[in-house]
């Protein structure tokens, strides 16, 4: 009896050694991350802190860019009025010689998928030639032609991976020409000022290839006419885009432009074709 008494006395007597070691270690021993996680200190908020949200991705919620840009284009084709044609052949040099005022530019929203985007070029140039007349004394002839095309499109992104987006889009184009002619003093009162305006539908597409993080490649074109009002009205770019900050972003490339209208006396079959160089300023 006295022997099991002393058995069990030294079991609870080693177990008690056991216990206070392991307190005593525990107190030695720092909190856990999870422990301090959860046990407020007394100097911090006791209001637990949110997680941090996720990173918006690129191509989500909305954005909004503007890019002024600057076409050296030459021309060439027939235009006429009032069935009487001409053929031109002007290069960038030739334009830009003549060149009067002028506003080029191109917009482009988009929200998630959806896309909306407008790009508007305006031109007038003008020549004053002195004219070999006998008799009449000085006499000068004054030219004067205008150019406005703007191209409306809506429309939605496709593919919208990483490495390779393609947007399908659909719209309108609007074109305006007009032409002046003067002499100077007047000739039998002889003034031509004649113009044309039409709408053409048009279906496009475009294409963007990331080439890291800071440059895109875009390939860009859109068909319409079909004889509704012109005969055939298309246009198609290739740009190369480097963002230098944040918000801008330098653009280069080149562009072709055609059109063939043929109505109401009034004809304009030209291409339109040069290098551009602009910026993009990106709002959001």
């Given at each position: 009896?006295?022997?099991?008494?002393?058995?069990?006395?030294?079991?609870?007597?080693?177990?008690s050694?056991?216990?206070?070691?392991?307190?005593?270690?525990?107190?030695?021993?720092?909190?856990?991350a999870?422990?301090?996680?959860?046990?407020?200190?007394?100097?911090?908020?006791?209001?637990?802190?949110?997680?941090?949200?996720?990173?918006?991705?690129?191509?989500?919620?909305?954005?909004?860019?503007?890019?002024?840009?600057?076409?050296?284009?030459?021309?060439?084709?027939?235009?006429?009025?009032?069935?009487?044609?001409?053929?031109?052949?002007?290069?960038?040099?030739d334009?830009?010689?003549?060149?009067?005022?002028?506003?080029?530019?191109?917009?482009?929203?988009?929200?998630?998928?959806?896309?909306?985007?407008?790009?508007?070029?305006?031109?007038?140039l003008?020549?004053s030639?002195?004219?070999?007349?006998?008799?009449?004394?000085?006499?000068?002839?004054d030219?004067?032609?205008?150019e406005?095309?703007?191209?409306?499109?809506?429309?939605?992104?496709?593919?919208?991976?990483?490495?390779?987006?393609?947007?399908?889009?659909?719209?309108?184009?609007?074109?305006?020409?007009?032409?002046?002619?003067?002499?100077?003093?007047?000739?039998?009162?002889?003034?031509?000022?004649?113009?044309?305006?039409?709408?053409?539908?048009?279906?496009?597409?475009?294409?963007?290839?990331?080439?890291?993080?800071?440059?895109?490649?875009?390939?860009?074109?859109?068909?319409?006419?079909?004889?509704?009002?012109?005969?055939?009205?298309?246009?198609?770019?290739?740009?190369?885009?480097?963002?230098?900050?944040?918000?801008?972003?330098?653009?280069?490339?080149?562009?072709?432009?055609?059109?063939?209208?043929?109505?109401?006396?009034?004809?304009?079959?030209?291409v339109?074709?040069?290098?551009?160089?602009?910026?993009?300023?990106?709002?959001?």
């Amino acid at each position: 009896m006295n022997s099991s008494l002393r058995l069990l006395g030294a079991i609870l007597a080693a177990m008690s050694i056991l216990i206070f070691c392991r307190t005593a270690s525990a107190q030695e021993q720092p909190p856990s991350a999870d422990m301090q996680a959860q046990t407020p200190s007394s100097t911090s908020s006791p209001t637990p802190v949110p997680a941090a949200p996720a990173p918006a991705t690129e191509d989500g919620g909305g954005h909004l860019t503007f890019t002024p840009y600057l076409w050296f284009a030459g021309a060439h084709g027939t235009v006429g009025a009032l069935g009487r044609n001409v053929s031109i052949h002007a290069s960038p040099g030739d334009l830009l010689s003549h060149f009067d005022i002028g506003l080029m530019g191109a917009a482009d929203a988009r929200y998630n998928r959806y896309l909306l985007t407008g790009d508007l070029m305006w031109i007038r140039l003008s020549d004053s030639k002195a004219l070999p007349f006998t008799g009449l004394g000085a006499v000068s002839a004054d030219f004067r032609a205008g150019e406005l095309v703007w191209t409306s499109k809506m429309g939605y992104r496709v593919i919208n991976s990483e490495k390779f987006k393609a947007d399908f889009l659909v719209g309108a184009r609007f074109w305006h020409f007009s032409e002046k002619l003067s002499f100077n003093p007047s000739l039998l009162g002889i003034n031509v000022n004649p113009s044309q305006n039409w709408v053409d539908f048009v279906l496009g597409g475009r294409v963007q290839l990331p080439m890291g993080k800071k440059t895109v490649i875009d390939l860009a074109g859109d068909v319409g006419g079909w004889g509704a009002q012109a005969k055939l009205d298309y246009q198609f770019a290739a740009l190369l885009s480097h963002a230098i900050s944040s918000r801008w972003a330098l653009v280069a490339g080149y562009r072709y432009l055609f059109i063939d209208y043929r109505r109401n006396a009034g004809v304009v079959n030209t291409v339109t074709s040069g290098v551009l160089f602009g910026a993009t300023y990106k709002f959001k």
